[in-house]
């Protein structure tokens, strides 16, 4: 029987032993991404995965923006070869409980619009001590940083959307108490922060 999707993500933090992993389980938002353009894999598994191994972006839950009656639970036995997930991450919305347990931000290294270098990453390094409720960790390439804020009393979210302005306000309170707006440092807030990658599996993701 092939694993679960979310199965699969809680096994893989746990063997690098994330620091995501306390506050992960079945019960959040993933996405997952296939390898691109790796040919020699999808033939690899072509024979035992028989019509299954072309692989595809997969996001738990489906409609999770309210259209067809979503979210709908699909966290089910994962239709291609394991081997064929590049990464995955949460949003750390849970969908089940329609609340935001938490808000992720991540500070790019070296690449995008606001790529920091490491003055920049220092600089975030420097915030993140004085503010206790941020959990800093090393983003899964090495080099950049992801912050995790965990809401102590969960926001309500009934939809991926309300998630996402949830996030909005979280991080505009961030902001104040840093008296920084952080919009001018990250690439990305709020949406999915990617834990895992298979090409630097081992590290803190």
């Known amino acids: 029987m092939e694993p ?3 199965e699969f993500a809680l096994t893989r933090l746990r063997e690098i032993s994330s620091p995501y992993l306390p506050f992960a389980h079945d019960g959040l938002e993933w996405q997952f991404k296939p390898v691109e353009g790796d040919d020699d894999a999808l033939d690899r598994w072509a024979n035992q995965w ?3 191994a072309s692989p595809h972006d997969m996001r738990i839950p ?7 009656d979503g979210p709908t639970d699909n966290d089910g036995p994962i239709d291609f070869h394991p081997a064929l997930i590049d990464c995955f991450g949460t949003s750390f919305w849970n969908w089940r409980q329609r609340v935001t347990e938490g808000c992720g931000i991540d500070f790019d290294y070296g690449h995008g619009g606001r790529a920091l270098d ?4 220092a600089q975030v390094d420097e915030w993140a001590k004085g503010l206790g409720y941020v959990q800093n960790a090393t983003s899964k390439g090495g080099r950049g940083r992801h912050w995790l804020i965990r809401v102590k009393n969960p926001l309500p979210a009934r939809l991926r959307a309300e998630h996402s302005e949830n996030c909005k306000a979280i991080i505009r309170r961030v902001s104040a108490d840093l008296g920084v707006n952080l919009r001018d440092y990250y690439c990305s807030a709020g949406g999915i922060l990617y834990l895992w990658s298979r090409r630097v599996a081992g590290r803190d993701a």
Request: hydrophobic share 20%.
């Open 62 to 68: 489906r409609d999770g923006d309210g259209k067809n």
């Open 4 to 6: 679960r999707w979310t």
């Open 50 to 52: 028989p019509f299954r």
């Open 118 to 121: 490491d003055s920049g990453i």
